[in-house]
């Protein structure tokens, strides 16, 4: 167990120097610079920026210099915003993504996981019909439909709620945009446990369980649900690192002073510092979250270990 | 109330509602069993057996199944008129059960321990502690060594006989009255297969149990059996003691059963099968049979041309350790293995699960990668072939596999099925000559050309089995090897698939390797046989001297765990 995690974490760094590497060349292998715009600079003004920011240098040595100072934790300046720098703006757009991206993932299992029982114990009767259709729903209407319309009903129409703004991390502020962040994780973890549960409840040991003695239902939380949980964990690395890194669109609908926007904006403006920033930061995430699912399946599914083992 | 019986069983019909219509699983069964007796439920699967016994414990699923019966007294109390919760109370209490598959029937991811202790908490309302303590004993009197570190197991990390005990060990914990144990060992090597009986009768006498004990297999069921029930096409056609229906058999379908057997000691060219009885009012059938019944002359085929020779074969697999996942060890499946196999000769390999004969014989198809050693198949050195000398011979060698459901691809009609190999080897052109070939290997294997276009799930397990065969012929190979070829099937289409394997030898001249656990079936099939053991092969002689001057102790212990029918003097026929 301890041996996986530090092969794992050993294994990290090459895997996050790798995504580095990669994302400077290409970066500058793209055309356009962080300060082409428009209305060209004077000649002179330009050649002062470019040399302030040591955009003259030759790109092995911006390279290195990058490199180097990523290992102590600084990620340069930003081109686009001056004087603020790139671990500033991460700073200030971390919490919001973590937030609302932790209360989603959390809404999403406590929702979609009895969604997905509930619709296996009915299989083929009208409530898991009913649930598949919602799920369906859930993940093919696009978040830019959900969100403008729980604003229109929700704070506009009956005023429960406020329409947009972080306002320090209110919880009536998070509310829409975590339902809206939420709904197609929801729909989507519905969608997997009820495969599972269905899958799991065909399992001679179900019906060991049930000779057993014991009840439908505690068959169903004592003997199916951690098996039919299995798919689900897969599922949620990639789910965790989509949902904490966050969405442009939900921030743009609700206002939000989150991490997506930096993505985009920084990829437009070609801010190279910021970019590479954000990139990592999702490389990072990926590998962290990626481990915590192998650690838990070990912990849940003890032939998970012996395969490991001997593998 | 002693002498009335503990479970009797009035006319209970199960039926299911499918898309098709109405089955009756089971259609008006009566039987009843006494305190302390053992009732042997015998019939091929697809039978009701299970069903009647799901249908005792409450578990017919309400959705789909239907239960239309009588009664069932059991301790003088109606089961079908319960309430699920009065079944609750009842079941794995009072009436417990055995299910087939160990590997399956436990939970993988709690321990053996705690899933053993969760009946007893549940109906003995004991506490935790006590309960852990409780199954420690339990896991002692099934005969699982070191109980205290075992009942910490998860079932992954215990072999098929101990998952077994360890289901039994659940299925006695509240010491029942009535056990059900729905083909128990058929999972299990012939060894495991007789410590579990064993123990079933061990266990059923210190408790004064009754036993329902269903198999296929009537020679399994009088080993532990006082009487028998007969099931055929979901009803009872016979019932008796166990000597009854092994000396005064009066059902085609019993009589059928009795015959299809392989047994030591009886070596006939051909099976009977069960169709030989049950389907034949015609007195032709039978008189055909007259001249296959006739016992088998072995003869020598010592002087014929070695197809395969075997040298010093070894095939290892790393064991992988620490932190870099270096190979830290090797496990050796198969031992420096040498032998030859002559042409049109069959060679049975047997030993129990885990002796090497199933990666003894990929190896030598080169399935699997040989450690050192060599294979030269008439005269070729397989390991020194490159890939497409190897893909060239692989249309002379080809292996028919255990598990026919999942031999075949449930994608591919059986037409593409057959056909695939023909295009792989370029043997067939045109499509007219492909289809006409289909249709030929279908007709070899006993299959009717309608089968062509159907899907695998549409056909039963011994007809999937035919489908496989067909598919290994349709390269028109020399040397086949079957690598447990019969062991998922019933024992009456068992012999229909034997018998077919000897048509097609003597039709083919083919060459055989028969991998198999049962060794009354290698001997009626194999010329000679070679007996494995932990990779390596322990004795290697004719068929008949294995089996009446067996030398070496791990064959005599193979030996005697076979099932036999109890002797009675003079038997069947």
Same mark, same amino acid.
């Given at each position: 167990m301890i041996t996986l995690v530090v092969k794992r974490l050993l294994l990290a760094l090459p895997v996050l120097w790798l995504i580095l590497t990669l994302t400077f060349f290409l970066l500058r292998?793209?055309?356009?610079?962080?300060?082409?715009?428009?209305?060209?600079?004077?000649?002179?003004?330009?050649?002062?920026?470019?040399?302030?920011?040591?955009?003259?240098?030759?790109?092995?040595?911006?390279?290195?210099?990058?490199?180097?100072?990523?290992?102590?934790?600084?990620?340069?300046?930003?081109?686009?915003?001056?004087?603020?720098?790139?671990?500033?703006?991460?700073?200030?757009?971390?919490?919001?993504?973590?937030?609302?991206?932790?209360?989603?993932?959390?809404?999403?299992?406590?929702?979609?996981?009895?969604?997905?029982?509930?619709?296996?114990?009915?299989?083929?009767?009208?409530?898991?019909?009913?649930a598949m259709v919602v799920a369906v729903g859930g993940i093919s209407v696009p978040n830019y439909v959900v969100g403008p319309m729980l604003i229109a009903w929700l704070a506009v129409t009956w005023r429960w709620l406020p329409a947009g703004g972080w306002q320090g991390g209110e919880w009536d502020h998070l509310l829409l945009p975590i339902m809206t962040l939420a709904l197609p994780f929801i729909a989507y973890i519905a969608r997997l446990m009820r495969v599972a549960v269905i899958?799991?409840?065909?399992?001679?040991?179900?019906?060991?369980?049930?000779?057993?003695?014991?009840?439908?239902?505690?068959?169903?939380?004592?003997?199916?649900?951690?098996?039919?949980?299995?798919?689900?964990?897969?599922?949620?690395?990639?789910?965790?690192?989509?949902?904490?890194?966050?969405?442009?669109?939900?921030?743009?609908?609700?206002?939000?002073?989150?991490?997506?926007?930096?993505?985009?904006?920084?990829?437009?403006?070609?801010?190279?510092?910021?970019?590479?920033?954000?990139?990592?930061?999702?490389g990072l995430l990926t590998v962290i979250f990626n481990l915590l699912v192998d650690v838990f399946s070990f912990l849940l599914y003890p032939k998970l270990r012996t395969q490991e083992e001997t593998s | 109330m002693e002498n009335s019986p503990r479970l009797s069983v009035k006319d209970l019909t199960v039926q299911f509602v499918t898309k098709t219509g109405c089955f009756t699983a089971v259609d008006q069964l009566s039987f009843d069993i006494n305190a302390g007796q053992t009732m042997g439920l015998v019939g091929e699967s697809g039978s009701g057996k299970s069903v009647t016994a799901l249908a005792l414990m409450g578990l017919v699923p309400s959705s789909s199944g239907t239960i239309k019966g009588q009664q069932v007294m059991f301790q003088g109390r109606n089961l079908l008129g319960l309430s699920e919760k009065q079944m609750r109370l009842l079941r794995g209490n009072r009436i417990s059960m055995i299910f087939q598959e160990p590997m399956t029937a436990l939970n993988p991811v709690f321990r053996v321990g705690t899933q053993v202790a969760e009946v007893l908490r549940l109906h003995k309302k004991m506490p935790k502690r006590l309960a852990w303590q409780r199954t420690i004993e339990l896991f002692d009197s099934v005969g699982i060594t070191e109980p205290e570190q075992k009942v910490r197991s998860y079932p992954h990390q215990l072999s098929g006989g101990q998952q077994q005990r360890v289901m039994i060990a659940m299925a006695i914990a509240c010491e029942p009255d009535l056990l059900i144990c729905d083909e128990p060992t058929t999972a299990l090597d012939v060894t495991i297969q007789k410590q579990v009986l064993i123990l079933l009768k061990r266990l059923q006498q210190e408790m004064g149990m009754s036993m329902l004990f269903?198999?296929?297999?009537?020679?399994?069921?009088?080993?532990?059996?006082?009487?028998?029930?007969?099931?055929?096409?979901?009803?009872?056609?016979?019932?008796?003691?166990?000597?009854?229906?092994?000396?005064?058999?009066?059902?085609?379908?019993?009589?059928?059963?009795?015959?299809?057997?392989?047994?030591?000691?009886?070596?006939?060219?051909?099976?009977?099968?069960?169709?030989?009885?049950?389907d034949t009012a015609n007195e032709k059938a039978l008189s055909v049979n007259k001249e296959r019944l006739k016992p088998q002359v072995k003869e020598d085929k010592s002087d014929l041309p070695t197809l395969l020779r075997v040298d010093h074969l070894t095939t290892m697999f790393p064991i992988k350790g620490g932190l870099l996942g270096r190979t830290v060890d090797h496990f050796k499946a198969v031992d420096g293995v040498s032998f030859d196999v002559k042409c049109g000769e069959t060679l049975g390999l047997v030993g129990e699960s885990g002796s090497g004969k199933t990666t003894l014989g990929?190896?030598?198809?080169?399935?699997?990668?040989?450690?050192?050693?060599?294979?030269?198949?008439?005269?070729? *050195?397989?390991? =020194?072939?490159? %890939?497409?000398?190897?893909?060239?011979?692989?249309?002379?060698?080809?292996? /028919? #596999?255990?598990? $026919?459901?999942?031999?075949?691809?449930?994608?591919?009609?059986?037409?593409?099925?057959?056909?695939?190999?023909?295009?792989?080897?370029?043997?067939?052109?045109?499509?007219?000559?492909?289809?006409?070939?289909?249709?030929?290997?279908?007709?070899?294997?006993?299959?009717?050309?309608?089968?062509?276009?159907?899907?695998?799930?549409?056909?039963?397990?011994?007809?999937?089995?035919?489908?496989?065969?067909?598919?290994?012929?349709?390269?028109?190979?020399?040397?086949?090897?079957?690598?447990?070829?019969?062991?998922?099937?019933?024992?009456?289409?068992?012999?229909?698939?034997?018998?077919?394997?000897?048509?097609?030898?003597?039709?083919?001249?083919?060459?055989?390797?028969?991998?198999?656990?049962?060794?009354?079936?290698?001997?009626?099939?194999? *010329?000679?046989? =070679?007996?494995? %053991?932990?990779?390596?092969?322990?004795?290697?002689?004719?068929?008949?001297? /294995? #089996?009446?001057? $067996?030398?070496?102790?791990?064959?005599?212990?193979?030996?005697?765990?076979?099932?036999?029918?109890p002797d009675y003097g003079e038997c069947l026929q």
């Open positions: 292998a793209a055309p356009g610079g962080p300060f082409d715009s428009e209305r060209s600079l004077a000649p002179e003004i330009e050649a002062q920026v470019v040399a302030k920011y040591r955009l003259d240098l030759p790109l092995y040595l911006q390279y290195g210099q990058y490199l180097g100072q990523v290992l102590v934790g600084d990620f340069g300046p930003s081109y686009q915003y001056p004087d603020v720098s790139v671990n500033q703006l991460l700073a200030s757009g971390l919490p919001v993504s973590l937030t609302l991206g932790f209360w989603a993932l959390l809404l999403a299992l406590t929702i979609g996981i009895p969604l997905g029982v509930w619709a296996a114990l009915h299989q083929g009767q009208w409530q898991d019909t009913t899958d799991v409840w065909q399992q001679p040991f179900i019906q060991v369980a049930l000779a057993k003695g014991l009840s439908i239902k505690q068959v169903m939380i004592r003997h199916a649900l951690r098996p039919a949980f299995l798919p689900v964990l897969s599922y949620l690395g990639p789910a965790a690192v989509a949902l904490m890194t966050g969405s442009v669109v939900i921030e743009q609908i609700f206002g939000l002073p989150g991490l997506g926007r930096y993505f985009v904006q920084g990829a437009l403006n070609r801010d190279y510092t910021l970019v590479m920033a954000v990139v990592l930061w999702v | 269903i198999s296929h297999d009537l020679g399994v069921v009088a080993e532990v059996a006082d009487h028998v029930l007969v099931m055929y096409r979901s009803q009872l056609v016979e019932q008796g003691s166990v000597e009854k229906i092994f000396t005064r058999a009066e059902h085609p379908y019993t009589q059928g059963l009795l015959a299809c057997r392989p047994q030591l000691g009886n070596n006939p060219k051909r099976l009977l099968t069960v169709t030989d009885f049950v990929r190896t030598i198809l080169r399935l699997q990668q040989a450690s050192s050693g060599h294979v030269f198949y008439d005269g070729i *050195d397989l390991f =020194a072939q490159n %890939k497409n000398e190897m893909r060239a011979m692989r249309s002379r060698m080809q292996i /028919i #596999f255990q598990d $026919p459901y999942a031999a075949l691809n449930p994608r591919m009609r059986v037409d593409q099925a057959l056909i695939e190999p023909l295009v792989l080897h370029g043997l067939k052109k045109s499509q007219n000559q492909q289809q006409a070939q289909a249709v030929h290997l279908l007709e070899q294997v006993g299959l009717s050309s309608d089968a062509l276009y159907r899907y695998p799930h549409e056909f039963s397990g011994g007809q999937r089995q035919r489908i496989c065969i067909a598919r290994a012929l349709a390269v028109e190979p020399e040397f086949i090897v079957c690598d447990e070829s019969v062991s998922a099937l019933d024992v009456s289409v068992q012999a229909q698939v034997l018998n077919l394997l000897k048509d097609l030898q003597d039709e083919l001249s083919l060459t055989y390797i028969f991998i198999s656990h049962d060794l009354s079936v290698v001997q009626f099939m194999a *010329d000679r046989v =070679a007996v494995m %053991k932990q990779g390596q092969l322990v004795e290697l002689n004719s068929a008949e001297n /294995i #089996f009446n001057n $067996p030398k070496h102790p791990y064959t005599k212990g193979l030996i005697n765990a076979i099932p036999k029918p």
